[in-house]
């Protein structure tokens, strides 16, 4: 029987949080995209540094930057972004995740759009601009997990969490996009439509998302409550100031802080240091491989969702507690991505053999989604925001301290041998945070998550539900 097109959508409509948790992942999409762009546009952007008098495709106006101030350049971003974790999640507690997500994500794209005249203006100008955006940049994620912690009930939080992957699908489209378009059009062209585009996703992040379900002006009443109930009594409608002393003194957000610099170690390594083996070891232009440069990228972002879609099941059918559910998945989201290292550098020998390694390794690294990810909305769904934006904040350091590894070993000589130990170190700091996590962390809800009149009044149990004692009311977890 065929039905029309309205009654089917009226049927079998998606529920209202599909859609937020579909912005989310736009949001981290064009976090990703603001964030990648200026990589591949400053190529086109400046003169050549080597003696080749082959002519230059006209791509628009050069400037002759140095290696030295390219450097300073691309490191701009991430000097802004360093600042605005914690302070990211702060201002999405007390302000509203739709906000502070929508508002700097809207920034920054007027910023990129004003990129090309910044260049007109001088580095100095670009440099600020670059700062500025990654200052703004810095607070989506906190402020995602801050809707997440309002909007996901807890047999779907993996699939939420998931969502943030959207970042590694903007890396995997961004890159060759703004490729074709300054091949086209020029590189000032790859900054206005990146910009334009997120300028208008913002939009509609403003009329799709709010803060919480009892903002939202089109979510049914029973979608609105099944979340509220299922949220249980561990969200407060208070603004509270974050308790950084309890927190950073909680061996449970000890053993996640570890648990997600170990998994932004081994990421980090796997994106930079990798493909230097890659392209001066083996002589492997990855950059030429087409497919092959993104496939690790794409095997993360699916599995992610798979992984994240069976944690979820496994919570609904209460097959496992959440505690055990979180150290049982740090066999897929470390510790296997970690022996994969070690099986790089001992049969590290072919390039389409290491490519195959790495695809594998980022891949189950996916799992991260049902780990370091969203144990934060375990701990202190008060604070997730707050959480991440800690654990983000000493997770960026490996993309300084990482290269600094890689330096020490290959000082001497560049060799197999050299990188052998290099793949070693990877992996002890990939695997030794998980086993620590694996013993001291949890998933229950820690009690400086609440007032001091609430504390010890919610406590999980090994169901892996909550129970509220103060009304003997037991939610699901």
């Known amino acids: 029987m065929i039905i029309s097109a309205a009654t089917y959508l009226k049927k079998y409509k998606p529920p209202t949080r599909f859609w937020v948790a579909s912005m ?7 976090n990703y995209m603001m964030k990648v762009n200026f990589s591949i546009n400053l190529v086109a952007m400046v003169e050549p540094t080597s003696n080749d008098s082959t002519p230059l495709p006209d791509y628009g106006q050069r400037y002759n930057w140095s290696q030295h101030d390219q450097a300073n350049l691309l490191g701009a971003y991430f000097y802004g972004y360093l600042i605005t974790s914690v302070p990211g999640g702060i201002l999405a507690e007390r302000f509203g995740g739709k906000t502070v997500a929508g508002a700097t994500l809207a920034a920054s794209a007027i910023l990129t759009v004003l990129t090309p005249l910044s260049a007109s203006l001088g580095m100095g100008a670009v440099f600020a601009v670059r700062f500025v955006i990654g200052l703004l940049g810095g607070a989506t994620y906190p402020s995602c997990h801050n809707i997440i912690s309002q909007w996901a009930p807890p047999d779907e939080k993996g699939k939420f969490v998931a969502a943030l992957m959207g970042g590694t699908f903007g890396t995997v489209i961004t890159l060759p996009l703004s490729a074709v378009i300054v091949e086209s059009m020029g590189w000032n062209w790859a900054f206005y439509i990146s910009g334009i585009f997120s300028f208008a996703i913002c939009i509609i992040w403003f009329l799709v998302v709010a ?3 009892a903002k939202h002006k089109h979510i049914s009443i029973d979608e609105q409550k099944y979340i509220e109930i299922s949220l249980g009594e561990n969200l407060s409608k208070k603004r509270k100031w974050p308790p950084f002393l309890k927190l950073l003194t909680s061996l449970p957000f000890i053993a996640l802080l570890l648990l997600h610099y170990g998994n932004m170690w081994g990421l980090t390594f796997l994106i930079t240091a990798a493909p230097k083996f890659l392209s001066e070891v083996l002589k492997f232009q990855l950059a030429k491989a087409g497919f092959l440069s993104s496939l ?5 972002l699916l599995l992610a969702f798979g992984f994240g879609a069976v944690a979820d099941l496994i919570r609904r059918k209460s097959w496992l507690q959440t505690t055990k559910l979180r150290k049982s998945f740090c066999l897929f989201s470390h510790i296997i991505p970690g022996l994969f290292l070690i099986l790089l550098g001992l049969v590290g020998r072919d390039p ?4 195959t390694i790495i695809t594998l390794s980022l891949g189950f690294n996916g799992a991260a989604s049902v780990t370091n990810l969203q144990n934060s909305q375990d701990l202190a769904p008060n604070y997730a925001g707050t959480l991440y934006g800690v654990i983000n904040l000493f997770g960026t350091t490996p993309g300084f301290f990482s290269p600094l590894v890689v330096a020490s070993f290959t000082h001497d000589e560049n060799t197999l041998e050299q990188w052998k130990y290099v793949f070693f170190v990877g992996s002890a700091v990939y695997i030794t945070p998980a086993l620590f996590f694996m013993i001291f962390g949890t998933a ?5 998550n609440f007032d001091k009149k609430n504390d010890d009044k919610t406590i999980e149990l090994e169901t892996g539900q909550t129970v509220a004692p103060e009304n003997k009311q037991t939610v699901p977890k």
């Open 24 to 30: 989310l992942f736009m949001a981290c999409l064009l």
């Open 211 to 213: 803060d919480t379900p």
């Open 296 to 300: 690790p990228h794409l095997a993360r």
């Open 352 to 355: 389409y053999v290491c490519v």
């Open 444 to 448: 229950a809800v820690q009690p400086w």
